[in-house]
């Protein structure tokens, strides 16, 4: 018997079905994967389980039993754990105290709390998943991104047998991970399978699927496709099945050379953690930043966007002063963050907003009034150029699916025409067709002339697109390679500062 039985499952918005007749089957002690590309319907299901929005159609049982989720306590109730890579904590607290957050805190005679107590049962639940390296005083915030989500997933072993997590569902957790710190949140999987869990897996990442989960179970456009047990997964087939296209992949696309001339040069740049950072990068050529863990990658595109308190920067030959990100953008420079809810888009406005914000000045009436009729044809523009899949400009960018809230932010950055652009995880959580689709952006971008600098933590993605890649260590430049030849291996031992002689 199944611990968790979906049937026909339906959910429409708008007139738009984003469930249609979706079932799924989850048993305890297992890991089942959940694939799909973004907009299939995988946000919509997680939600419905979660009691965040209500299906039109379709039965849920738990436990054979029939049941009914209206809300989030009803799911809470039945054992259902949620887990997000943007998790919900109280970072300058202590590990002890965001672990028993829900929970009474163990108290003495007169109501005060005994922190002895609190350190000790914190400890022990972090035990129970074989984690000894993380101090219950520690103040959350100075953990790991990995190392919260870890907290996050002992705090359900504080809970007494009535209420305990039985059913987790990972929603791209390793997205903003190291690989250290996914190999850690896999352990800690493989502990919840001995203990009867089960895991609702849901991840663009292919590799990572094959590796973890039993049973992985595909979504297109809201439809489910039947189970497939992971031993007889292949990557072609999982991308065929969510597809239709079982070559998609980065290697086809073919590098361009690059152009003598010198599209950004960097000399002795310093501030945000980074010191004496210095490089060039030629008009057309694709540069890659490669490090371990917190490198430095994001905070280095922060500092050409104006971050930096010393160093020299120029522009196709010409020096400048960037102070401030609106300052970049004028010069020049066009930056994608890896953050794109926090620090790329504001869900709440439309794809056209969206894309005017570093173009106000050029596309404003009189240089103070702002010209929708423009922001609405230029957004229309460069969203065909992207591939960007809406019902329109003025669509909330909210309703999107990741992969095109990603590819509203590329709109913004081509729209100006860019002489240099800036990348930071620009594939993070998109599923393998729009990633597909950023690349060769990136491969038409970059043979149109623009100088691209791009910092990923998918290596594959590096090797693939990048002539050369710059590793960063302890916020500098440990060496400058040559991507040619260069395999995923060779990579990472230079990443750890090693060679591959």
């Known amino acids: 018997m199944s611990l968790l039985s979906i049937r026909d499952l339906s959910k429409t918005y708008g007139g738009v079905a984003a469930l249609?007749?979706?079932?799924?089957?989850?048993?305890?002690?297992?890991?089942?994967?959940?694939?799909?590309?973004?907009?299939?319907?995988?946000?919509?299901?997680?939600?419905?389980?979660a009691g965040a929005v209500s299906a039109d159609g379709g039965e849920i049982a738990f436990d054979g039993l029939p049941v009914s989720i209206s809300s989030t306590r009803d799911a809470y109730r039945l054992g259902l754990r949620f887990l997000h890579q943007e998790l919900n904590v109280l970072p300058r607290r202590s590990v002890a105290e965001n672990l028993f957050l829900g929970h009474p805190y163990p108290a003495r005679?007169?109501?005060?709390?005994?922190?002895?107590?609190?350190h000790e049962r914190a400890r022990a639940a972090l035990a129970g998943l074989g984690v000894t390296d993380i101090a219950p005083e520690t103040a959350l915030g100075r953990l790991s991104s990995g190392d919260q989500m870890v907290v996050k997933i002992a705090s359900t072993f504080l809970e007494d047998g009535s209420r305990s997590g039985r059913l987790f569902v990972m929603d791209e957790p390793t997205a903003a991970l190291t690989s250290e710190e996914a190999a850690r949140l896999f352990r800690i999987m493989g502990e919840l399978k001995r203990r009867g869990r089960a895991v609702i897996y849901v991840s663009h990442r292919i590799d990572e699927v094959l590796r973890i989960s039993d049973r992985i179970t595909v979504l297109r456009d809201g439809t489910s496709e039947a189970p497939i047990p992971t031993r007889e997964a292949t990557r072609a087939l999982l991308i065929d099945r969510m597809t239709g296209r079982a070559n998609l992949g980065t290697a086809a696309i073919a590098r361009a050379p690059s152009r003598p001339s010198i599209a950004l040069a960097v000399q002795g740049m310093t501030g945000n953690g980074l010191t004496d950072i210095s490089f060039e990068v030629r008009e057309g050529e694709i540069l890659g930043i490669a490090g371990l863990g917190e490198a430095g990658g994001d905070?280095?595109?922060?500092?050409?966007?104006?971050?930096?308190?010393?160093?020299?920067?120029?522009?196709?030959?010409?020096?400048?002063?960037?102070?401030?990100?609106?300052?970049?953008?004028?010069?020049?420079?066009?930056?994608?963050?890896?953050?794109?809810?926090?620090?790329?888009?504001?869900?709440?406005?439309?794809?056209?907003?969206?894309?005017a914000l570093p173009h106000l000045d050029r596309l404003a009436r009189l240089r103070t009034l702002v010209n929708r009729s423009a922001e609405?044809?230029?957004?229309?523009?460069?969203?065909?150029?992207?591939?960007?899949?809406?019902?329109?400009?003025?669509?909330?960018?909210?309703?999107?699916?990741?992969?095109?809230?990603?590819?509203?932010?590329?709109?913004?950055?081509?729209?100006g025409a860019p002489r240099v652009l800036l990348l930071d995880e620009p594939t993070r959580g998109v599923d393998?067709?729009?990633?597909?689709?950023?690349?060769?952006?990136?491969?038409?971008?970059?043979?149109?002339?623009?100088?691209?600098?791009?910092?990923?933590?998918?290596?594959?993605?590096?090797?693939?697109?990048?002539?050369?890649?710059?590793?960063?260590?302890?916020?500098?430049?440990?060496?400058?390679?040559?991507a040619a030849g260069l395999t995923t291996a060779d990579l990472l031992a230079f990443c750890y500062g090693g060679s591959t002689e």
């Open 20 to 49: 249609r007749s979706a079932s799924l089957d989850v048993d305890a002690g297992e890991v089942h994967a959940l694939m799909g590309e973004n907009g299939a319907g995988k946000s919509t299901l997680i939600k419905i389980l």
């Open 109 to 118: 005679f007169g109501g005060l709390i005994d922190w002895r107590t609190l």
């Open 299 to 355: 905070r280095l595109l922060n500092c050409l966007m104006g971050g930096a308190r010393r160093g020299d920067i120029s522009i196709r030959g010409r020096r400048t002063r960037i102070r401030s990100p609106a300052e970049a953008w004028r010069q020049g420079l066009a930056y994608v963050p890896g953050e794109r809810r926090s620090k790329g888009l504001l869900l709440s406005q439309d794809i056209a907003r969206n894309v």
């Open 376 to 415: 609405v044809a230029e957004a229309t523009s460069v969203g065909r150029r992207v591939r960007l899949r809406a019902a329109g400009p003025r669509q909330s960018v909210w309703r999107l699916s990741g992969g095109n809230q990603q590819k509203v932010m590329f709109a913004r950055a081509v729209a």
């Open 432 to 482: 393998i067709a729009a990633k597909f689709d950023v690349h060769s952006l990136l491969r038409e971008i970059a043979d149109a002339g623009a100088a691209i600098v791009l910092a990923s933590s998918d290596h594959e993605e590096l090797l693939a697109l990048c002539s050369r890649i710059m590793i960063l260590k302890d916020g500098r430049i440990s060496r400058s390679i040559s």
